[in-house]
């Protein structure tokens, strides 16, 4: 019993492990290229042309709003590109912390288990 329960909290562990370095370097790759893709996305989306067949009052309170919206998405990666620097550090604190209390469960778990012998009776 105490064999399953030591693999099964290493199985946990690698799963929890994996998902924590998959979400850190996504977390990572998000943070190095936010800015310069939002920031040109934004000058291309705001030459695109509208279709001809739009009526002549729609097209240019679209274009305003496109603008509008695109100038918020360049403003928010001046803040989210510092805050995306700080997500890894917190991701691999609370892995951490996780599997410290992994551990401890599976410790209490292997000592729960220890102490139930069976007793002969005389």
Known sequence: MKLLIWGLTG???????????????AVNWLAASSADPAIRGA???????????????????????ISELL??????????????????????VVWALVLALMLALAGGAHLLVGRNKPRLAA
């Open 11 to 25: 199985f946990l562990a690698l799963l929890w492990t994996g998902a924590a370095a998959m979400l850190a370097a």
């Open 43 to 65: 000058q291309a989306m705001a030459q695109w042309p509208l279709p001809d067949w739009m009526p002549p009052g729609v097209i240019e309170p679209l274009k305003a709003g």
């Open 71 to 92: 100038g918020s998405v360049v403003t928010a990666t001046s803040w989210i590109a510092p805050m995306l620097g700080w997500l890894s550090p917190v991701i691999w």
